[in-house]
């Protein structure tokens, strides 16, 4: 067992068990400097999602007349936006998490990877909150609660892989090249408009919509707004194929993080 733990990869992951109180003290860090020193503190959690589908829903909803599939515009848009918002800031976060702790990582040794990873699961709190206000929605447009709500703490477990996947893969390269923090918001902002957030999927012409579905945010934002909905089927072969795209990506983002990350004191 030693001679296995002590190889290649399982060496690599046993490490960061070793430093798991770390972790969490970062991810309790990061949560505490989001908040500190602001007018509004943890309500900015519902703010930013709840703002956006009032704009997408008067100029998307009503002026475009965009076809929700039947559901209200709001909850159509707010239950994607709470997945989205989640990935397009903490995807944020993580991708420029070790330019923003360079003083840590050059002063003493720990596994790097946390530092991109701690970002990641910072705003599962602010994911939460958001949560609780979509509730809210479901009442007041009188939709009815069902089992399948418990599927958005399944359907998190995979968003989180796919940001701490993209955050270690950005947050590795910004190390190296400086402007990688600028193509990070343009990056997010062309991903909203290629992932079914604004617009149902069936509204892509089908030849369009293979391609589109190798995109890891189609599945798993279709699987979290059907999941909601007692009247809805989750399009598994969409979220499978999802599944199988984040995999790829977490295991390009470890292989990168760990040939890079050696450099990262000497560079940074």
Do not use: C
């Amino acid at each position: 067992m030693s001679s296995i733990s002590k190889s290649g990869g399982l060496e690599w992951l046993f490490e960061y068990r070793h430093y798991r109180e770390l972790f969490f003290f970062l991810v309790w860090r990061d949560m505490k400097i989001r908040y500190k020193q602001t007018l509004l503190g943890v309500t900015w959690a519902v703010i930013q999602p709840f703002f956006t589908m009032i704009v997408f829903t008067l100029f998307f909803g009503r002026m475009a007349g965009i076809d929700s599939e039947g559901i209200p515009y709001p909850i159509f848009s707010y239950s994607a936006l709470l997945p989205w918002t989640y990935f397009s800031v903490a995807v944020s976060l993580s991708g420029n998490s070790l330019l923003a702790n360079s003083r840590l990582i050059s002063k003493v040794y720990f596994p790097r990877a946390i530092i991109p990873s701690a970002s990641a699961l910072s705003g599962i709190v602010d994911f939460a909150i958001a949560y609780v206000v979509l509730i809210g929605m479901l009442i007041y447009y009188k939709i009815s609660f069902s089992w399948g709500m418990l599927w958005w703490i399944v359907f998190l477990i995979p968003l989180i892989v796919l940001v701490v996947s993209l955050g270690m893969i950005l947050s590795a390269l910004n190390v190296k090249y400086r402007d990688i923090k600028y193509a990070i918001p343009f990056f997010i902002q062309s991903l909203l408009f290629i992932s079914p957030v604004i617009y149902p999927t069936s509204l892509v012409p089908e030849t369009f919509q293979k391609y589109m579905a190798l995109n890891p945010l189609t599945g798993l934002i279709n699987a979290f707004r059907a999941s909601l909905l007692p009247d809805r089927a989750v399009e598994w072969r969409s979220f499978l194929i999802s599944l199988g795209v984040i995999s790829i990506l977490f295991v390009v983002a470890i292989i990168y993080f760990r040939k890079t990350e050696k450099a990262f004191a000497d560079v940074i």
